[in-house]
């Protein structure tokens, strides 16, 4: 009985013995975890909810950790998806948003260029709303396209089909994708400023909206789409669009001698580079082997361009009895186009085209902010239907220097902004791609989001347009600018 009793107590002791050694492990091992002696799980951070202001783009989990042309190529295509969100409309509360500025670039074309001696890519450029990529306002769409000779068009735009319609592509030409992006544009602006802001009244008419479009059919394509899904209802006799002679968007403003030798400094930067880069070179020779013709009239015809409706759409890259072009042709080019782009920037030439070529626009988009603001204007609404020359000054300019080339539909958006308590408080964002990149322009990168101000004064884009972005050539005004040597 007595040694029954024993081992009972000899093994009460050593379960209290066990229980604490482990409270003893557990407490060191908090211990070192706090003291960061020993290695614990990162904690992922919610990217959704951090500010970057050295991004434009906020960073997807499948971006790689280095530039990837392959990855780069299909941020270009702008494949159209459902879960895509813009920043756009978005304020403290009791704001008053008073009016919307949309620069876009055109949707997905097809070439501009063709490979010679190459079979063209199979593109039908009809629209065919069962065919993938699609959208539930396609039919309808296409139905009030068709009614087009109901439009107030400029004489030069008239003359342009109000929608895609060939079975094989022409050069240039809106594809159903570039459509479908467009639709998706206006849902989404639709959506924000129309829905939630109600920034047209029920009884808008024409003289709240301002519409321009290069001559291009792809342009003004595009921004029918845009609007159609956009507008409350669409009214061919509410909507008048005006005729942009020029690329640049620099209406009678054009005169600028000193743009354009910043331009063709440019243009000599790029050539420089590019003879510099024999791997480049070389892709040239091999691709120019496979499809049989001089090495400087393959290079002549841009390649590039005709590889990336290949890609976006994806179709093989072309092929002949020597051989085919490859995918690593393909990065060779893009890779090189990413480097240009790089060097672009920090070489500041194409800085100073930028700000002389894109002045006037901007010069524009003030004044109407303005205009908007002393109720001397209701043109609420403009868009600005462009191409990717149009958009990349203009992000260059405004200092967005990390920005990606402009997509296929690309969007950049000036919002107008009056305090609850004070009407003479007007502020300014600035949207690319739906991502909020006020805090990154040149004129903002100052200004602290924390300030009793929380967005960017109008009075800092103001200054910025009428003056500060003179003083890169030591002047005071765009046409001093212009024709001052700086030298």
Known sequence: MLTETYRIMVAQK?????????????ILSLSLQFLHLIPTPPVREDRQNVKSRKRIMPVPHTEP???????EAYAYCNIPNNTERGMEGHSPPDYKLLSVQVMIRHGDRYPLYAIPKTKKPAIDCTLVPSRKPSHPRLTAFLSHMSKGSKGRLDSVLSSLSRFPSHSVCEMGELTQTGVVQHLRNGQLLRDTYIKKHTLLPDSWTSKHLYIESTGKSRTLQSGLALLYSLLPEFDWQKIYIRHQWSSIFCSSSCDCPMRNHYLEEEQRRQYSLRIKN???EQT????AKIVGLPTRQLRASNPIDSLLCHFC???????TQN???SLEHFNVIKSHQLGDEKERHETKVYYRYSLLATHPILNQTVTRMQRIAEGRSEEVFALFSAHDVTVAPLLAALGLSEARFPRFAARIVFELWRAPKDKKSLFVRVLYNGEDVTFQTSFCQKHSRRSSQPLCPFQNFMNFVKKDMFAIFNSTNYYDACHRRAF
């Open 65 to 71: 950790p280095v530039i990837d042309p392959v990855y």
């Open 323 to 325: 051989g085919c072009i």
């Open 278 to 280: 024999s791997l480049l």
């Open 14 to 26: 050593r379960f209290i013995f066990m229980l604490a050694v482990a409270a003893l492990l557990a």
């Open 284 to 287: 040239y020779v091999d691709m």
């Open 313 to 319: 759409h994806n179709i093989s890259f072309p092929c």
